[in-house]
């Protein structure tokens, strides 16, 4: 039988834990047109929760628009990846034909370009119209543009945007990008949802008063999966797959994965692959082997633009939270400095790697910890 559980980001239509709740109140706030902050850590499910959300929209006709700002390098490109994200949605709407009478002459910063795909059928891309306007001109227009289309869009129920890891607009030194997207989306009349992980900076955007998106959105953060729920869950996926997995292993690998979704998605991944019939114990100490290697290659790249310093903090508390990170003893256990630790710990946060949480320092990502107790 196929493997129930699934790798990466969960398919809209794909079995999903839980998040009754989250979709229930997320749903509200969409469909009151309000503006909210998502956040929690990596791996929490963010982007699989909101993109089930935003299907789920789609069945009461909404307009639902997704955009990635993960490594985005200008305004330009913020701009282009917005430009780009509309056009697409608006085609799987109507025929080409309709939609350019209809749609297209409401955004005259882009046009849209179509071109040839791997497997022979055509692509639709977006160009800029002129090449002579700065990129925070372009950002500007396709707002503009934008806001004047739901303005006057009949066809839709609502319309709902996402920015996912929203907080990369921060690697743009010295751009007004906030206070640009700001002035707009606040005269649009749609549901505006911020998504992201470095949770530090995140936050910052919205709740420090010398920025423009200051108390703009309503702040909502995500938790682990509940464990009656979750434990329910696995034994149910084991059993769609032909096996049986007992409630005390199924406790085991949500406490392994600290009740992360993808963490338990890839380590029942990988449990479903090397076990027989019967999930035994001995079946998941091998399947978080099997994890920790799959996951090498994403957590060294992490780490390898990280300091000594940084590193050092780093594998201290992989080793051992402590709420006294300061205290002689502990400086002196793992070779720390008062100096290495403000200046680690402040970088380290900023990445969300590392969090005070109810007093106690730690890693964030329970399996990355794992691995960097080892490395």
Known sequence: ??????????????????????????????????????????????????????????????????????????????????????????????????????????????????????????????????ANISGIEV??????EFGEFIRKQTSFAGVHIVFDEFQEITDLKGSPIEGVLRNHIQEHDASY???????????????????????SAIMFS?????SRELTNFLQNQFKKGGKRCSTQLAEKIAEMTARYPYYVQALAYHVFEVSGPLIKAKDIEYAFEKLLASERYGYEGIVQDLTSSQMAL????????????MSTEYMQAYRLSIGGI??????????????????????????????????
């Open 1 to 130: 039988m196929p493997n129930p559980f699934t790798l990466g980001v969960i398919p809209p239509r794909a079995a999903f834990c839980n998040r009754k709740t989250e979709l229930n109140e997320l749903s509200s706030h969409a469909r009151n047109k309000a503006n909210v902050v998502v956040f929690s850590p990596r791996r929490y499910g963010k982007t699989s929760l909101i993109k089930k959300l935003q299907r789920n929209l789609m069945r009461e006709k909404y307009l639902t628009i997704y955009n990635d700002f993960f490594m985005i390098t200008s305004e330009n490109d913020v701009a282009h990846r917005m430009a780009r994200s509309i056009y697409n949605v608006l085609h799987q709407h109507e025929s080409l034909l309709k939609k350019g009478a209809r749609y297209l002459k409401t955004l005259k910063t882009f046009r849209p370009v179509f071109k040839p795909s791997a497997d022979k059928g055509v692509v639709l891309s977006v160009e800029p119209v002129s």
């Open 139 to 144: 950002l500007d227009n396709i707002l503009e």
């Open 193 to 215: 949802f911020f998504v992201g992980s470095r949770r530090r900076i995140l936050l910052d955007i919205f709740n420090n008063k010398s920025r423009p998106f200051y108390q």
């Open 222 to 226: 995500m938790n682990a999966l509940p």
């Open 314 to 325: 780093l594998k201290a508390l992989a080793n051992r939270p402590t709420s006294k990170i």
């Open 342 to 375: 403000q200046y680690a710990r402040k970088k380290l946060e900023d990445l969300d790697l590392i969090e005070n949480f109810d007093g106690l320092w730690r890693v964030v990502d329970p399996v990355f910890a794992r691995w960097i107790t080892g490395f």
